[in-house]
């Protein structure tokens, strides 16, 4: 896909904002779900954009109708395109949320996409330069349809073998052996049934649905999953 075509996707509103960020010295990174789908040919209405090189006061300041969603993790709200500072995480316990978080407007993005779970989601387009950031071959991996961790780190968030779930019931994506053997170590203590509730109901709905039954099965978590839907 030629590049220029993500940007001809952008709403206006969007680019926009994105002005008005380089206009007070500001770099602009499209990341995440927004940049993987478009590269597959999927609208997603979700965008998240990384900005680099200002602070979070300075965004706050820009932006006095967006909702601080998530403070801590630096995160703007606007409608739906979501305003994030670059960012490091440091697990700090068993629990999902268990992460000490530290912002850095000038962290370089390979650094910033470290914390992330699978290279797929680790893609990252430069709003000015219309050039893809790609530190873990991501693009690689989602012509491939693969999903792959980033690195161990992954083992220390559960959540992330229900985004897995997910991904595969909704693209089809095949779980590399990686991931299967890092998934085999986890386990579903630190989940809430919201969370496993909410990933159940999407693979349900998801026209790959048993794929990621099986994979939940090899790796020992559907019985429990199951279970705890039922009750």
Not at 188 to 210: C, D, G, V
């Amino acid at each position: 896909m030629p590049l220029n075509i993500l940007y001809s996707l952008i709403p206006n509103n969007t680019k926009e904002i994105c002005q008005r960020i380089i206009g007070q010295g500001g770099r602009c990174i499209f990341i995440g779900g927004w940049v993987r789908d478009a590269l597959i040919g999927i609208h997603n209405p979700n965008i998240d954009i990384e900005v680099y090189d200002l602070p979070f006061q300075t965004l706050q300041q820009m932006f006095p109708e967006a909702t601080a969603r998530y403070p801590k993790f630096g995160i703007l709200c606007l409608g739906n395109v979501d305003l994030t500072l670059p960012r490091k995480e440091t697990c700090t316990g068993k629990r999902y949320n268990d992460f000490s978080i530290t912002l850095d407007p000038h962290l370089n993005f390979a650094d910033a996409a470290a914390r992330r779970d699978f290279t797929v989601n680790a893609i990252g387009w430069d709003f000015c330069k219309q050039t893809l950031l790609d530190p873990f071959n991501g693009r690689k991996d989602l012509k491939n349809k693969q999903l792959q961790p980033i690195s161990e780190h992954f083992t220390e968030d559960a959540y992330r073998i229900l985004r897995a779930a997910q991904f595969i019931a909704r693209f089809n994506f095949k779980p590399t052996e990686c991931l299967l053997n890092y998934a085999q170590k986890m386990t579903t203590e630190s989940l809430t049934f919201k969370h496993i509730t909410h990933t159940y109901n999407i693979i349900n709905q998801s026209p790959h649905s048993a794929n990621a039954l099986v994979f939940l099965q090899k790796i020992g978590w559907l019985e429990t999953i199951s279970q705890s839907v039922k009750r």
